[in-house]
């Protein structure tokens, strides 16, 4: 049930952390091919080079996933290689430190909400489009959205330090949930599932820059996670293991969150 024997998925945030680890996850699980989309060629090279499997089975796409015509062209690339598109994980995010909300800079959350909502918008758009319009209509297909312990309504045990100082990023997840909720009634009548993964601290690059901060070290868990925990849960949605999971926000975060 966990197999994605003959599918084809795309990976946006491919080159590190989450999106890296679910690309494996992805070809492990049999995939036909996997597209990375990331920034930087380069490190989609060393990122495609890490996953050891047949060139064949790997696209990399570099692209800003804010990019309207980008988002159209990666799922375009995708389809034209292997005739179809079965998966599409929207991952790509950002999480600068932006400050209280009174002191914020308007471009820094501008710059966060073009990423992390934008980037999310155009990657499910594109990819309903292409979904819908190949011969299955859509059928069997699966979209994962990444959103964050801080996209969820509660964070840690009855204290909420984890929302103060990071309105851009927890706004930004908090609307991946909300597009993932109307996306998933809209097409869900199609066969096409759209679901969420909610991950708590996970060991990526990201997480280098609040690893001592005060909402991480507050967690009433034992570690961080590790990106193939999130992974495996990317894994089930997107497979036939989670054939009955739609307009869902599956929350990893190794007990953290009350929600
Ligand atoms: P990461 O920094 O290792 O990976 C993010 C990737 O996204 C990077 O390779 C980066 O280059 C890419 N990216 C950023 N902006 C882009 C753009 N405009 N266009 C294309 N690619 C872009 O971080 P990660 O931890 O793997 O994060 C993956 C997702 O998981 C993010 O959406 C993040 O918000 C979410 N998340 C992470 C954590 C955590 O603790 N690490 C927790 C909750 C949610």
Same mark, same amino acid.
């Given at each position: 049930?966990?197999?994605?024997?003959? &599918?084809?998925?795309?990976?946006?945030?491919?080159?590190?952390?989450?999106?890296?680890? %679910?690309? &494996?996850?992805?070809?492990?699980?049999?995939?036909?091919?996997?597209?990375? *989309?990331?920034?930087?060629?380069?490190?989609?090279?060393?990122?495609?080079?890490?996953?050891?499997? $047949?060139?064949?089975? !790997?696209?990399?796409?570099?692209?800003?996933?804010?990019?309207?015509?980008?988002?159209?062209?990666?799922?375009?690339?995708? *389809?034209?290689?292997?005739?179809? =598109?079965?998966?599409?994980?929207?991952?790509?995010?950002?999480?600068?430190?932006?400050?209280?909300?009174? $002191? #914020?800079?308007?471009?820094?959350?501008?710059?966060? !909400?073009?990423?992390?909502?934008?980037?999310?918008?155009?990657?499910?758009?594109?990819? =309903?489009?292409? @979904?819908?319009?190949?011969?299955?209509?859509?059928?069997?297909?699966? /979209?994962?959205?990444?959103?964050?312990?801080?996209?969820?309504?509660? !964070?840690?045990?009855?204290?909420?330090?984890?929302?103060?100082?990071?309105?851009?990023?927890?706004?930004?997840?908090?609307?991946?949930?909300?597009? @993932?909720?109307?996306?998933?009634? $809209?097409?869900?009548?199609?066969?096409?599932?759209?679901?969420?993964?909610?991950?708590?601290?996970?060991? %990526?690059? #990201?997480?280098?820059?609040?690893?001592?901060?005060?909402?991480? &070290?507050?967690?009433?868990?034992?570690?961080?996670?590790?990106?193939?925990? !999130?992974?495996?849960? /990317?894994?089930?949605?997107?497979?036939?293991?989670?054939?009955?999971?739609?307009?869902?926000? =599956?929350?990893?975060?190794?007990?953290?969150?009350?929600?």
């Amino acid at each position: 049930a966990f197999s994605l024997e003959g &599918k084809v998925a795309i990976v946006t945030g491919g080159a590190s952390g989450i999106g890296l680890a %679910t690309a &494996k996850a992805f070809l492990e699980a049999g995939a036909l091919g996997v597209t990375l *989309v990331d920034l930087k060629e380069d490190s989609l090279s060393s990122a495609a080079a890490s996953l050891s499997v $047949e060139s064949s089975r !790997i696209l990399t796409v570099a692209a800003d996933v804010s990019d309207e015509q980008a988002a159209a062209s990666y799922v375009r690339q995708t *389809v034209d290689k292997w005739g179809r =598109l079965d998966v599409s994980v929207q991952c790509a995010g950002i999480s600068p430190v932006t400050g209280p909300v009174v $002191e #914020m800079d308007v471009a820094a959350f501008d710059t966060v !909400i073009r990423v992390n909502l934008r980037g999310v918008f155009l990657g499910l758009q594109q990819s =309903l489009k292409a @979904m819908l319009a190949s011969p299955r209509q859509g059928q069997g297909c699966s /979209v994962v959205l990444i959103s964050s312990q801080l996209g969820l309504d509660a !964070i840690d045990h009855g204290d909420r330090t984890g929302f103060a100082g990071s309105a851009a990023y927890c706004a930004s997840k908090f609307g991946v949930r909300g597009l @993932m909720a109307s996306a998933a009634q $809209e097409v869900g009548p199609k066969g096409i599932r759209v679901n969420a993964v909610a991950p708590g601290p996970i060991e %990526t690059p #990201m997480l280098e820059g609040f690893r001592d901060s005060d909402h991480v &070290k507050k967690g009433n868990i034992p570690r961080a996670g590790y990106a193939d925990e !999130i992974a495996n849960a /990317v894994l089930f949605l997107a497979s036939d293991a989670g054939s009955y999971c739609s307009g869902t926000t =599956l929350k990893v975060d190794g007990g953290w969150s009350k929600w």
